[in-house]
């Protein structure tokens, strides 16, 4: 007997937060990407073939955000990004919840803007892709419960 509940993916249902800036104008596709800045354990083998691992506490994450060339998250991004660069005042807290789940969703006290997008213009629509860098946070991975 198959199962009968089927999950609902509605990317309407995905909320991201960078300070105040509510991000709208999310490019199709992969919008966002959250990845773990490193591995949770490094593992070291011994001459003799014993083998430890230790943690590395690496609770930040790189972030890929993917909007539209015509969003007006741009322009907010934009500033916020020149005025870390002139005054270092650049990190705010972060958050993406997935509103079609219980729980899939991060939040970082501290992000901010490592590298501003590629501009670039074309006879087809374009996107811009934001690169986020983190400070300690947390990523939770949940089910669709709609």
Do not use: C
Not at 81 to 99: I, R, Y
């Amino acid at each position: 007997m198959t199962n009968p509940n089927v999950g609902t993916i509605d990317p309407r249902r995905f909320a991201i937060t960078l300070g105040s800036i509510i991000v709208t104008g999310v490019a199709r596709g992969s919008f966002i990407e959250i990845e773990p800045s490193g591995d949770a354990f490094e593992v070291v083998t011994g001459a003799d073939g014993t083998t430890e691992r230790y943690a590395k506490h690496m609770n930040q994450a790189n972030i890929k955000l993917t909007l539209l060339a015509t969003s007006p998250t741009n322009k907010l991004l934009s500033q916020l990004h020149k005025q870390d660069k002139e005054s270092n005042t650049g990190k705010v807290p972060f958050l993406a919840k997935d509103l079609n789940s219980d729980e899939t969703g991060a939040s970082f006290a501290q992000a901010w803007i490592q590298k501003a997008p590629t501009l670039s213009a074309a006879d087809t629509a374009v996107t811009r892709e934001w690169l986020i860098q983190t400070g300690p946070g947390e990523i939770n991975y949940g089910a669709s419960v709609l």
